[in-house]
């Protein structure tokens, strides 16, 4: 099995930065793709951006240009730099972690505050 932890997450006036972390243990395989989405209340869960083994990155167009996913495959971990935050950001953030033979899983989430 495969354990997400999220860190980082917290309360931030609008227009200010925060650092997501997402930390992967256990039995991991060969990663396929690293990724954040979040869910604010009465919404679906989105993507934010997710980083794949090889190619670039992808980011939603409500983050594009403000978000940046950094993975560190040494550590098994995925970070989310995420500056010019406004109340739209507002949501719970989860990690997800995709292997090559098709497992996934997810963290249990770190709440994002976005006061204006």
């Known amino acids: 099995q495969v354990q997400l932890v999220e860190s980082g997450g917290g309360l931030v006036q609008s227009g200010g930065s925060l650092r997501l972390s997402c930390a992967a243990s256990g039995q991991i395989g060969r990663i396929y793709s690293m990724g954040w989405f979040r869910q604010a209340p009465g919404r679906q869960r989105e993507l934010v951006a997710v980083a794949f083994d090889s190619g670039l990155p992808k980011y939603s167009d409500s983050v594009k240009g403000r978000c940046t996913i950094i993975r560190d495959n040494a550590k098994n971990m995925v970070y989310l730099q995420m500056d010019k935050l406004n109340s739209e950001d507002t949501a719970a953030y989860y990690c997800?972690?995709?292997?090559?033979?098709?497992?996934?899983?997810w963290g249990q989430g770190t709440q994002v505050t976005v006061s204006s």
């Open positions: 997800k972690l995709v292997l090559y033979s098709g497992s996934l899983s």
